[in-house]
């Protein structure tokens, strides 16, 4: 039994096309059930507003997160037919790659409280009773795919911090931050060896305190003009 159908726009992302123009793409759901009946329900339910892949087996379905993932997972195990789908979001959730252990996993399935209770254990992000709503299955993936967009943007910017800092931190040079009012707010490690001062030290401390008088005027111009 569903809910109403009112039609809205497929659930996409954009990307740039080869003209320069933006192309939308539909979010990859994996759906995982040995059942063929709830794959037929699931596809009527979620296509074509979704790009379906569908597993019965689970191993088949955590080898082809390993080759291309998907944007999320829909995985019965609330039944007595889930118990290889809890196998499944296991090694996902132990997976050695950040981005894979971040894929979002709705469990699914009619077992009610303990189902919901097993599945949050072993690491789902939400828990959908059948028989489902159209619109709340919607509602229920678009938020996990919200939230896992801004996991992954953190991912990658934690990546990028920790390789921009090894860089700085391994570099030669001398790299300062400072402020609007001049003070040092970040001194890489080469202070030690340019300056003879720890970068501890220097932090907090205004930078024009270093400058020599006959150029504080001009450097204080310069850095004006850089804010």
């Known amino acids: 039994m569903h809910c109403s159908n009112l039609e809205s726009s497929p659930s996409s992302s954009f990307l740039s096309g080869p003209s320069g123009g933006s192309t939308p793409t539909r979010s990859r759901l994996f759906v995982v059930s040995k059942d063929r009946a709830v794959q037929d329900e699931l596809s009527t339910?979620?296509?074509?507003?979704?790009?379906?892949?569908?597993?019965?087996?689970?191993?088949?379905?955590?080898?082809?997160?390993?080759?291309?993932?998907?944007?999320?997972?829909?995985?019965?195990?609330?039944?007595?037919?889930?118990?290889?789908?809890?196998?499944?979001?296991?090694?996902?959730?132990?997976?050695?790659?950040?981005?894979?252990?971040?894929?979002p996993v709705i469990a699914f399935g009619t077992l009610g409280r303990e189902g919901r209770s097993c599945a949050f254990k072993a690491g789902a992000n939400d828990f959908v009773l059948r028989p489902f709503c159209r619109h709340e299955l919607w509602a229920r993936i678009d938020t996990q795919l919200d939230l896992a967009a801004f996991r992954v943007a953190g991912i990658e910017l934690r990546r990028r911090e920790e390789c921009f800092r090894s860089l700085i931190e391994n570099s030669s040079d001398l790299i300062t931050v400072i402020n609007r009012d001049g003070f040092i707010r970040y001194q890489s490690p080469s202070a030690e060896r340019v300056l003879g001062y720890r970068p501890a030290d220097l932090i907090d401390r205004n930078a024009f305190e270093f400058v020599h008088p006959e150029d504080l005027t001009r450097g204080r111009a310069a850095h004006q003009r850089a804010w």
């Open 45 to 103: 339910l979620l296509q074509p507003r979704y790009a379906l892949e569908l597993f019965e087996d689970g191993q088949l379905a955590l080898e082809a997160t390993r080759r291309v993932p998907p944007d999320l997972i829909l995985l019965e195990s609330g039944t007595s037919q889930g118990r290889e789908g809890l196998g499944l979001l296991g090694a996902l959730r132990n997976h050695v790659d950040a981005r894979a252990r971040a894929i």
